[in-house]
């Protein structure tokens, strides 16, 4: 079982940046992959950034490739988000989310068994 707290999040204007963090307790979180995801105003959930249980391998949509950047750190069982170069169309809702080893490919956003609680990130034009 993980559970995952994101605080974090708020107002920044276009080109800015921001870092989300999120939390996790838990034993096993090394185990787990991870997953930021967002979700828009009437937009569908989608995944933004992706990351194996080690670090070794890295997924990023293409709307945030290079100006997003994911890491953890399983010592201290959190999961970060860089997010550089903001645009207005980043605003969104921004959830972590953990996947255990064995529920499917990293890439799915059924693929995840935790989430957490989702923090607001608005960028102003």
């Known amino acids: 079982q993980v559970q995952l707290v994101e605080p974090g999040g708020g107002l920044v204007q276009a080109g800015g940046s921001l870092r989300l963090s999120c939390a996790a307790s838990?034993?096993?979180?090394?185990?787990?992959?991870m997953g930021w995801f967002r979700q828009a105003l009437g937009k569908e959930r989608e995944l933004v950034a992706a990351?194996?249980?080690?670090?070794?391998?890295?997924y990023y949509a293409a709307s945030v490739k290079g100006r997003f950047t994911i890491s953890r750190d399983n010592a201290k069982k959190t999961l970060s988000l860089q997010m550089n170069s903001l645009k207005p169309e980043d605003t969104a809702v921004y959830y972590c989310a953990a996947k255990n080893p064995d529920s499917g490919s990293y890439y799915y956003m059924m693929s995840y068994d935790y989430w957490g609680q989702g923090t607001q990130v608005t960028v102003s034009s």
């Open positions: 990351i194996t249980w080690s670090g070794g391998s890295t």
């Open positions: 838990g034993r096993t979180f090394s185990s787990y992959s």
